[in-house]
Structure formats: C-alpha cells, structure tokens
C-alpha cells in the first residue's frame, strides 16, 4: 500500500469519527454556528482538488484473493476502496475489516453512534448491508461476480453499538448461475442476525470490459 493510499484511507476515518462524533453530542448555537463557518471553509478546500472517480479494473478482480488478510495471519483492517462496509476510503462508510478464512469470509467492525437505529441498538438496514458484503464477497473471492437477487434476514437479537462485532459469510448452495449462501452476525457468542441470500452470477469479461472502459 502506497503512502499516499495510507494516508488517504486515515484521513476518510478522521471523516468517519467527525460524523460519528457530531450525532454522539449536543451543541448551542454558537457552537453550531462555529461549525458551519469552519466546515464551509474545509468543504470549499475539499472542492477545490482535483477530481476523483471510483476504479474498478479487471487485475485489481482477478488479485482480490491474494490481497485479502487472512484470520489468524494476518491483521484486521479495512480495504483501501470506496466500498460502503469494508471501504476504508469511504468517509460515510463502516469502516469495517475484511478478512478470508478458508473460502469464508469474516467481517469485523463495532457500529459507532452515526449508525444507531433504536436508542442503542445498531440500524436494521446497516446490519444487511453488512450481511450483504459478508456473503457476496465469498464469489468475489472466488473470481466470480454476481448480484444480489435476494436477501433475507432474522433479527434473532438487538444489535448494539460501539460493541466489537463479527460477521461471517459462506457458500450454501449451488444451482447454474444461481448460489444460496449464507451469514450471520455475532457479539461474542451471542447470535443477532441470521441471513440467507440468493446471488446471481454474471460473465467477468463482459463486466470488466465495461468497467475499465469508464
């Protein structure tokens, strides 16, 4: 990983706690106020560089599973992309670490205070965004490509925030282009979602033609 790559996805946290921060506290009007002039100043900042489109090349798929930590080897920590859970550039994402465990794949993160649903208890909809990620990686892992055709979730227990969670995601079944797998999500040995998803794969080639042509 580049420095600059590294610096970017360390400054996309400092992004994330911002936001994080500003839903976890209360502020008076000068203080509002305050903020709106600073952030005004750094947005303009912001705009004014140059711009930026998210890439998506057919060596970068074909090396994933070479690139990717392993449990138990390798230490957790975020992808340097643009993805919404496990993108460690994205500043309005999870930031959670993405790691492989044989064809698995496993997914750790704490849902800080940005993401909370009901009082304490993490969002319904980032919980399957993050089931989502767990299982659909486990084709992408395999050189595969697909989408999710369907997904469905049991809350079998409230979800909490700023807790040390693990997601875990793996292939059930097979049918043509059609793959069942399955998730689910954990605080320690406490079950909180089980998932079962339907993927339908599609043709690499003609898929990353017309990514690297964008």
């Given at each position: 990983?580049?420095?600059?790559?590294?610096?970017?996805?360390?400054?996309?946290?400092?992004?994330?706690?911002?936001?994080?921060?500003?839903?976890?506290?209360?502020?008076?009007?000068?203080?509002?106020?305050?903020?709106?002039?600073?952030?005004?100043?750094?947005?303009?900042?912001?705009?004014?560089?140059?711009?930026?489109?998210?890439?998506?090349?057919?060596?970068?798929?074909?090396?994933?599973?070479?690139?990717?930590?392993?449990v138990?080897?390798?230490?957790?920590?975020?992808?340097?992309?643009?993805?919404?859970?496990?993108?460690?550039?994205?500043?309005?994402?999870?930031?959670?670490?993405?790691?492989?465990?044989?064809?698995?794949?496993?997914?750790?993160?704490?849902?800080?205070?940005?993401?909370?649903?009901?009082?304490?208890?993490?969002?319904?909809?980032?919980?399957?965004?993050?089931?989502?990620?767990?299982?659909?990686?486990?084709?992408?892992?395999?050189?595969?490509?697909?989408?999710?055709?369907?997904?469905?979730?049991?809350?079998?227990a409230?979800?909490p925030?700023?807790?040390?969670?693990?997601?875990?995601?793996?292939?059930h079944?097979?049918?043509?282009?059609?793959?069942?797998?399955?998730?689910?999500?954990r605080?320690?040995?406490?079950?909180?979602?089980?998932?079962?998803?339907?993927?339908?794969?599609?043709?690499?080639?003609?898929?990353?033609?017309?990514?690297?042509?964008?």
């Amino acid at each position: 990983m580049s420095d600059v790559v590294a610096h970017r996805l360390a400054t996309a946290d400092l992004l994330r706690t911002l936001g994080h921060q500003f839903s976890a506290h209360e502020f008076d009007d000068d203080q509002l106020s305050d903020l709106d002039a600073r952030l005004r100043l750094l947005i303009a900042d912001i705009s004014g560089a140059a711009p930026r489109e998210r890439a998506f090349h057919g060596e970068t798929f074909a090396t994933f599973k070479e690139r990717m930590p392993r449990v138990g080897i390798d230490t957790p920590r975020p992808l340097p992309g643009d993805a919404l859970v496990t993108g460690g550039a994205n500043p309005h994402g999870v930031g959670a670490c993405l790691r492989r465990d044989g064809d698995d794949i496993v997914i750790t993160c704490a849902l800080d205070k940005a993401f909370e649903g009901a009082p304490t208890r993490g969002h319904g909809g980032v919980i399957a965004a993050i089931l989502d990620e767990a299982m659909g990686i486990v084709l992408t892992m395999k050189g595969e490509l697909a989408f999710t055709a369907q997904l469905d979730l049991s809350y079998r227990a409230p979800t909490p925030i700023n807790r040390p969670l693990v997601a875990r995601g793996w292939e059930h079944a097979r049918d043509g282009r059609k793959v069942t797998l399955k998730g689910e999500l954990r605080d320690g040995d406490t079950l909180l979602v089980e998932a079962t998803a339907l993927f339908i794969t599609i043709d690499p080639t003609t898929f990353l033609q017309r990514a690297d042509t964008v």
